[in-house]
């Protein structure tokens, strides 16, 4: 097929966009395994939970649905300190089965009280910006789409920060490297533990208001999509590699893009798994993960 | 520690309870005597708000029926109550085998209606045909439902458009009526051919229509050139580069063949994402409230294959009928029945009446009546005004017609038009100012 130069960047600029949602969601889940060692399965459902929480203020309040953010991060960040202070925590070290179990039941309770609440019809919004694009070369990029890709940025840049330069982030960084001498120097891992899903959550939060903004429709069991291929990215970029989570988010967003455009639609979630097999086939630890224990 | 335990046993009974794909019976008779029809319809998942529709439309039929004293059975000399099972299928094969599974072995109904989804539908066939219950399908649109030969489909019943029907007649239109129009407009010869995108799911369903069009442009040798075929996986959300790729096509129109939550993204995307100036056709699982209100102001001029509409009625012989389905579900249950609700509807009717002709509960006899029915149409459209089966392959073959999106300022949203057939429609197709022809 013959590509020219604006339709090759159209397709990248999909590729960026998906792989932003992709990567906000990879990064919350790839935290949360850092930290825990746990995989929570019902990541999915977390964003599904933040466009649900986007929805109703956008109803409620009319706000532009980016500030809503404000409101959808910090929900989910409560939301995910609740889920592992009472789901979690209390099975922690009895057995990789009771977390799966958990996680897996959660899938299953979160959809159905969204459902309960919100019921089960699909819902859409639209964004303010919607009519706004902005010409690059040939290319009319509508300006929604720009302003994901900057929040994504932004996010990480603030989520990096957080890590590297504050006590706190130092602390879940020790934790995440040896959890038994993180806790001999006197750190809280439990707190960490806390600090950790609460803010895996609240980047599923932001993933679920751009999910929104973009006019994407949503119901209660439209998370589980983006959840698989979040863990594909996961184990692509390595457990618990935040940079792991960014290169892959990004690698399987214009990956999948460029499937669509060449071999067709019904390829695109098996591009995910073929990358994930040729990755680790060369890497068994993924991108930039450590060995394992 | 025991509090932990308690903690994850009560876990595991919640998963449990909502994994078990329950089967729900609506209360039986004192006598122990009634018809006993199992409703498929997908009450959980995705799929669940066509799911209530069918389940609901099932009950207002069963409850008018009821009403009137029931279904009278020669053989056993008196009229007997329906009542209906409801079988979940949670959207899923998995969840439909379950829930037939269960409905015919322990509720042990008399028939089967309902059947969302081609591909829900498909995974239980053969559990039908083991048990030889005539199933009445109303939801599914693909014709191998009661075409393969890999499973005795001699007890089951097509009440929905194939979509051989409603592929057929929309490319017929396309050609008849969009054509045409474009030429005009912008001055090409008659001959120039039409060129056609195909944006359809990657399923039963989607094939079905994608290989509608293609015979129906072979078949009648239509001037009408498929420029693009685009496939996409059932729940996908994200059409962006799909419609980069038709867009690189050139093409006039783009036919879509998915449901209302991929209808939308695929219309709002194309207009506002991809700037595809073009005309789209969806089919009719769209014509719902939802899709109106989804979809906004970028479904203006785009048309709609359908059969059923929550917003304009055909005049003629079923008018008063479809108005009466509306209204009595609205003030029942609130909101639009929908389209599958609609033959759901109209096959527990179905059901009732083959029991009436057999005389008899016998599920052999039954089938046999249901295969020699000629029943007035009821709220449908139905050719030659009857609700009958072809003898090859069991289907119904009802009057479709096209509707085009138009912007109602009072309501803030499109409304159809009935565009074709010539004698129901109610305005000219209309080319909008923002189209843009191919250049090819």
Known sequence: ?293 | MKLQYAFLLIAIVVIGAFLSGCTQQQASTASGQALKIGVVASMTGPSSTTGKDVWQSAELAADEINAKGGVYVKELGKSVPIVLVQGDDESTREGGQKAVSRMLTQDNVDMLVGGFSSAVVSAHQSMVAEHNVPYIITGASTPVITRRTDVNTSFMFHHAPTTDDSGSQTTLFIDEGIRPAINEKFGYSADRPLRLAVLYQDSPYGKGHLEAVKNTISNSSLNIKVVAEESFKMGESDFRTALTSIKSADPDVVYVAAFLNEQIPIETQAMRDVDLKKIFIAIEPNDDPDFYKGVGKYGEYSIIQSRFSPYTVPKGPTEAATKKFVTDFDKKYGGFPGMMGVATYEGVYIGAKAVENAGTLNKLAVRNAIADLQMPQMVEAMKGQTINFSRDFRESKFDLTMEQLIWDPAVNETRPKIVSPQNLKETGFVLPDWFVPAKA
């Open chain 1, 1 to 293: 097929m013959e590509i020219g130069l604006d339709i090759f960047l159209q397709v990248v600029v999909w590729g960026l966009y998906a792989g932003c949602i992709y990567i906000l969601l990879a990064t919350g889940l790839n935290l949360i395994f850092g930290v825990m060692k746990v995989v929570n399965f019902a990541h999915g459902q977390l964003l599904m939970i933040g466009a649900y929480v986007t929805f109703s203020f956008f109803v409620l309040t009319g706000f532009n649905p980016y500030v809503l953010l404000a409101a959808s991060v910090p929900i989910l960040i409560i939301l995910g300190v609740s889920i592992e202070r009472l789901c979690f925590r209390p099975i922690m070290g009895t057995g990789k089965l009771n977390e799966i179990f958990i996680s897996i039941g959660l899938i299953y309770i979160l959809e159905n009280v969204a459902a309960m609440i919100w019921t089960d019809e699909w819902k859409v919004i639209k964004s303010p910006f919607e009519a706004i694009t902005v010409t690059v070369g040939s290319m009319k990029i509508p300006v929604d789409y720009i302003i994901i890709i900057i929040t994504t940025a932004v996010t990480l840049v603030a989520l990096y920060l957080f890590l590297k330069k504050s006590r706190l982030g130092l602390a879940v960084r020790a934790t995440s490297q040896n959890r038994k001498a993180a806790m001999l120097v006197g750190i809280n891992v439990e707190r960490m533990d806390m600090l950790s899903f609460g803010i895996g959550a609240g980047l599923a939060g932001a993933a679920g208001t751009l999910w929104v903004v973009s006019g994407q429709v949503f119901n209660p069991y439209m998370g589980s999509v983006p959840a698989v291929k979040a863990f594909a990215i996961v184990i692509i970029g390595g457990l618990g590699s935040i940079p792991g989570a960014i290169i892959g988010g990004l690698l399987l967003g214009i990956a999948e893009n460029f499937t669509v455009f060449t071999i067709g639609g019904a390829w695109k979630d098996a591009i995910a798994f073929l990358i994930l097999i040729i990755v680790l086939v060369l890497k068994p630890t993924g991108l930039f993960g450590e060995k394992a224990e």
